[in-house]
């Protein structure tokens, strides 16, 4: 009884210890907390089934565990998504600053990155943040994904040149996104239609997600002044209030929007030459849960 009780203890440890990377992935392979949750708890049940003794690396092991269950489930999503009405956007998490300050980890969870990994097949995204964001190796990949290690290369190949083409052209300080951010803050608050051209790229697109529950674009809309005229559209028409809250979302400034003091969605950017180009508002009620604490994201 002792034995089997310090067994479960060693793998409790272990999976405690190794809990934040675990849904990092899952994460970043599903853009749903929720789906990401439902993940670690399925690779709980398969770890406390393991032999500990047989396993020579448990973190390997259960990055191994979290991406198939992931895989799984990511070919579910792609039938759900398909019946989603509008358009779909990852679930905006409230990080801690340190998220932020690891250049890398912020890249690979922004908006504008996980969007572009939407476009991708599930194996293809597998392969891609395992390899381009947590640096697994070929065989430990190849041994996740079930395919031999040369396939992987290819993969790996294939989805680097896919998500190169559509990632953004430049790397952008957090402090020029939120400096971007409080110009198009002071304009929003207010429905200075000029204030938001000058700070909207000519190109910008600008995303809703309302889910079939709020009101949202059906599809992208694109160009400085439908954009402008959007967003200074809706409740302000009807005399609400509208102000925006400067916050951390997925390791990027971001705003909570407010209606009448009522929050109404999160606001993401993306960011070029000083200018916003993408806009990415979150207004799906289900996906706005954990906006009221932060959620530990690590590479580690």
Do not use: C
């Amino acid at each position: 009884m002792n034995e089997r009780s310090d067994r479960m203890d060693a793998a409790t440890e272990a999976f405690v210890r190794h809990r934040n990377l675990l849904f990092t992935v899952a994460y970043e392979m599903l853009g749903s907390a929720a789906d990401a949750e439902d993940v670690l708890q399925e690779t709980w049940l398969r770890w406390m089934k393991v032999d500990l003794e047989q396993v020579q690396d448990q973190r390997a092991y259960l990055v191994r565990i979290t991406t198939r269950r992931s895989l799984d489930r990511l070919r579910t999503m792609r039938r759900r998504k398909e019946a989603y009405v509008g358009s779909w956007l990852p679930e905006p998490l409230l990080t801690a600053p340190d998220v932020a300050e690891d250049v890398e980890l912020a890249e690979s969870v922004s908006m504008a990155l996980m969007l572009v990994l939407e476009t991708l097949s599930p194996t293809e995204r597998a392969v891609f943040v395992l390899r381009e964001v947590f640096d697994v190796g070929y065989d430990e990949i190849a041994a996740a994904v079930g395919k031999n290690a040369a396939a992987v290369r290819q993969i790996a190949h294939r989805a680097r040149k896919h998500v190169d083409a559509r990632r953004p052209r430049e790397t952008v300080s957090p402090g020029e996104t939120r400096a971007a951010l409080e110009s198009f803050q002071r304009a929003f608050e207010t429905g200075d239609l000029q204030g938001l051209l000058d700070v909207l790229a000519p190109e910008v697109v600008l995303v809703s997600d309302g889910g079939g529950v709020k009101q949202a674009a059906p599809r992208p809309i694109t160009g400085a002044g439908k954009v402008a005229r959007f967003i200074t559209g809706g409740p302000r028409k009807a005399g609400a209030v509208l102000t925006g809250e400067s916050t951390m979302v997925n390791g990027n400034p971001a705003l909570v929007v407010r209606v009448d003091g009522e929050i109404d969605g999160v606001m993401a950017v993306r960011v070029e030459g000083a200018r916003i180009t993408g806009l990415y508002y979150v207004r799906n009620p289900e996906k706005l849960t954990r906006i009221g604490s932060e959620v530990r994201l690590t590479l580690t």
